[in-house]
Structures are given as C-alpha cells and as structure tokens.
C-alpha cells in the first residue's frame, strides 16, 4: 500500500452498447486515487471492484502501443499516459475517441482507417529485387537524411490526431494525418523509389489539399512526432514535382558487408 | 442508434477551439469570414453602385483584412516555409509547427491586423466616401 | 489547389489598386481615364470568381460526402461560375463602351 495521501474522484463514463442500448448514458463512479494513479489505472479498478461490465481496451500500459486513446475531459489522450490528478479537476469525464465507429462502451473500431491507410502502401518500394532477396550488404545513410524522415517514424499510430482533425469531422474520406505523415515518411526516406506509386492516393480529392493546417494533429500527438509538418513538407514536394519534374531518382549507396549472408526463398504466386 | 454509433462530430465539429492551439481558431475564423465576403462579393457583382455605408464598411474592411493576412501566413506555411526542419523528437515536445518561427509569424500577422483594420476604418469613417 | 494561392495572390493585387482607384481622389481620377483601370478589372474578376467558387466548393464537398456529390458539386460551380462571369463582363462592356 502506498503511503501517499488519497483522495476520491468522481469519474463519469460513457457507457454504449450499439447491439442493445438505444441510446448512449453517462454512469458515475467513485474511486480513490493517490499522485501516481493514472486514468488506466483508476479504470482498471472500476473494473476489478464495482463494475466488471466496462468495457476498454489497453495494451502495453506505457504509451508504446497506440491502444488506449480516449476523451478524457473532452481533450484526446492516452489513458495510460494520464495522471488522475494531473487533470485538476474533481469530475473525470471519460468518452471513446472522436470520429470513429464505437464497437462497445470506450472501444473504437479501427478497420476503416487500416483499410484506408493501404492505399498509400505504407513500405519501402524497391526495385532491385536480387539485392532484397540475397543481401549482401546495408544500405548508407547520412545522418542529415536521418533527420529528415526521423521525426515522422516514431508515430505509434494511435488514431488520436485523425480525432482531433476539424476536416475528419464531417469527411469520412479524408486520409487524415495519421495515414498522411506515414506516406510522408516513406517519400522522405533516400531508400524508396515508390513516390509515384503513392501520388494517386495522395494528389485526390480526399488527399492531403483537404488539409487547412488547423494544427490540431500536432498539439494532441503523444509522442511529438508533428504530423501537420508532415502534411505541408509533403505539399512542397508535390507542387516540386508538378512544376519541376522528378529532376533524378534517388541513388542509395550499398555497402557491401562480408558478414551478412541470407538466401531468401521465394514463396509460391509471390510477386 | 446508428447515428450514435457513428460517433462523428459533424459540422459542430469545427467550432470546438477550447483544448486545442490558437491555429485552429485562426482556421474557423477564416472560413466565417470568407463565407461573409462571398455574400458581400455576390451582392456588389449583380448590383455594382451598391456599398454598404459607414459601419458596414468597417465590418468588411475587418473580414477582408484578416482573410487577405491570414491567407498570406497559409500560403508561406503549407509550402513548408518557416515551419522548422525536422528534428529528433526530444520529450518535452516543442513541435515545430507551434512553437518557434511559425509562432512570431502569427504574432506578426496579428500586429499587422490591428493597424490595418485601423487605417481602413479611418479611410472608411472619416474621409468622405467618393 | 495551387491556383488556389496564386488566385488569391492576384486578388490582393489587383483589389489594392481598384479599392484605391475608387476611394482616394487624387490617385484615382489618373487611373480611371486611363485604359489601366477595365484591365485592372477584368483580371480581378477572373481571379476572385476562381477563389470564391472553388472556396465554396471545398466546403460543400467536406460537409456532403460522396462522389456523386463531389463531382455535382464541382459541375454546379462551374456552370455559376461562367454565368457570373457573362454577367460580369455584358456589365463591364455596358459600362465602358455604352454605344454597343
């Protein structure tokens, strides 16, 4: 038992179950929590000790994952990643995320957005396929081409800036920012060659010109990964190639390394 | 209810600025104060001796001079400039499109805002309209 | 969407000059004699028709969704867009050139 001082919090939650309710209600819980209780934590205990009906989802509990994203006091964040009483606040408003279909209570559905995010083939497209096969060496890479892309790798795909975007509001189209800052990370990176590939995708109507740079995506993102400076880099390179033209294709050099063997077998139909 | 499960925002969507950074209320009032030139714009097309006297003037020399300030911050950032160049995300995270140069642009066109909504009234109020 | 941004570049433009060609008298009687002020004009037309509608347009497509909606939304513009514009320049000839 902790010997900090507890104090007791009122949590009000969402509670929804699309295949009975009509509508969706608020219920009430009351819960004790010291300084280092988090919002995963406190619904945890609701869980174990007053109502085993709660239904949330949650993974790794230390913000690696991307699976407890929710509304908490009406701002998107993660649950696990959420002190109690960090908030100030004496009633703890909890809701599922914004913006997305609700399977039961706090938990979202993420098909869609999965779906939409493999039109813009989120993997490095190469064409030297006997290299990819049998390795014989790693490919180089400056530090200054490593900042490029860096930044916009380190997204867990939590789905929390989709939620905050005012366009995905009201256009179940729009790609968003998650899918967006991951077509931009793989344009960036000096290792792909697929940029054609991806314009189709990117350059329509529902691509990245819906976008007014309302920031919201940047100021709810856990892990600082930006993905409205993602979106407007992504721009220029667009309009680059519009009045320019592609002017070289990326040239990458292999290092050979006598150490890296690997004979990869091709799998049956695969191409 | 399906609309229930749908859990979309809907156009109200637009108008919740309270937890997020100031772009985005940049972003509403921009849209409002285009949807209002387009009305003053259709009007003074189809009836072209028509202007809107005295404080009208002021209310469209105040939509105009943010749209026009504002549009010129969009179109410097979503090409990419003064928005910072892509760093390691270091915790606490100072995101380059919030903090930084794009902040002191902001700030600037704000500035500008407030002297030039100044200098139209004046032309509009107080020198005889021609 | 390019067009977008250098529209509304011109419109700045071209907006200052008429705004003073009409409320400053000093400057403004010199560019209304001369044949500076219907060019003026003319591109400013172009120019803000473009803007507007395809402003309009981005927000009718975000709000209805479809792409049936989409592309009538976009043949609805197009089709105002070119009348305003016969208007627009039936007056402007009506204006400058009163014996046709």
């Known amino acids: 038992m902790s010997t900090d001082k507890e104090i007791e919090v009122k949590f009000r939650i969402f509670r929804f179950n699309p295949k009975t309710d009509f509508a969706p209600r608020w219920q009430e819980y009351n819960v004790k929590v010291d300084k280092s209780t988090t919002v995963l934590d406190a619904l945890l205990k609701i869980k174990e000790e007053q109502d085993p009906t709660l239904t949330i989802r949650y993974s790794c509990r230390q913000a690696v994952c991307g699976s407890c994203g929710m509304m908490i006091n009406d701002k998107q964040m993660l649950a696990c990643f959420t002190r109690v009483l960090e908030l100030n606040s004496n009633i703890i408003k909890v809701a599922p995320l914004k913006n997305y279909r609700i399977v039961k209570d706090l938990v979202t559905d993420f098909s869609e957005l999965f779906q939409k995010e493999r039109q813009v083939k989120p993997y490095i497209i190469r064409h030297d396929f006997e290299e990819l096969l049998n390795p014989t060496g790693t490919y180089k890479q400056t530090e200054e081409e490593l900042l490029g892309y860096i930044q916009f790798a380190d997204c867990i795909e939590c789905g929390m800036c989709n939620s905050a975007c005012p366009v995905s509001a009201t256009d179940p189209l729009y790609l968003g920012p998650m899918i967006l800052n991951r077509a931009y990370r793989f344009i960036s990176d000096p290792r792909d060659l697929g940029f054609e590939q991806r314009i189709e995708a990117i350059d329509s109507e529902h691509g990245c010109w819906r976008c007014h740079f309302a920031a919201s995506c940047s100021t709810v993102c856990p892990k600082g990964v930006d993905p409205a400076k993602a979106i407007q880099l992504l721009r220029r390179q667009l309009v680059k190639k519009a009045v320019l033209g592609i002017s070289s294709p990326k040239k990458v050099e292999l290092i050979p390394m006598a150490h890296v063997k690997g004979k990869l077998e091709l799998p049956k139909g695969w191409q | ?130 | ?100």
């Open chain 3, 1 to 100: 969407m390019f067009i977008h941004y250098i529209s509304g570049l011109i419109i700045l433009i071209t907006g200052f000059i008429h705004l003073i060609a009409n409320n400053l008298p000093s400057i403004g009687t010199i560019v209304h004699e001369s044949i500076f002020y219907p060019v003026n004009l003319i591109i400013l037309l172009s120019a803000l028709l473009y803007h507007m509608l395809n402003g309009v347009r981005a927000i009718l497509i975000e709000v209805i969704p479809g792409k049936c909606a989409a592309k009538a939304i976009t043949w609805i513009m197009f089709l105002v867009g070119i009348t305003l514009y016969i208007y627009g320049l039936q007056v402007f000839l009506n204006l400058f050139w009163p014996v046709e």
């Open chain 2, 1 to 130: 209810m399906a609309i229930y499960e749908e859990n979309r925002e809907g156009v109200s969507g637009w108008f919740r600025i309270t937890r997020y950074s100031v772009e985005r209320a940049l972003y509403v009032i921009q849209r409002l104060s285009g949807i209002g030139i387009v009305i003053f714009a259709f009007i003074h097309l189809l009836y072209t001796s028509w202007h809107p006297g005295g404080w009208g003037d002021v209310i469209l020399g105040v939509l105009v001079t943010y749209h026009t300030l504002n549009g010129l911050r969009l179109v410097l950032t979503e090409h990419g400039f003064l928005i910072g160049k892509p760093t390691r995300a270091v915790y606490p995270y100072r995101k380059g499109t919030l903090y930084g140069s794009q902040r002191y642009l902001t700030m600037a066109i704000l500035a500008l805002f407030v002297i030039f909504v100044l200098i139209w009234s004046y032309v509009a109020l107080v020198i005889p309209a021609g």
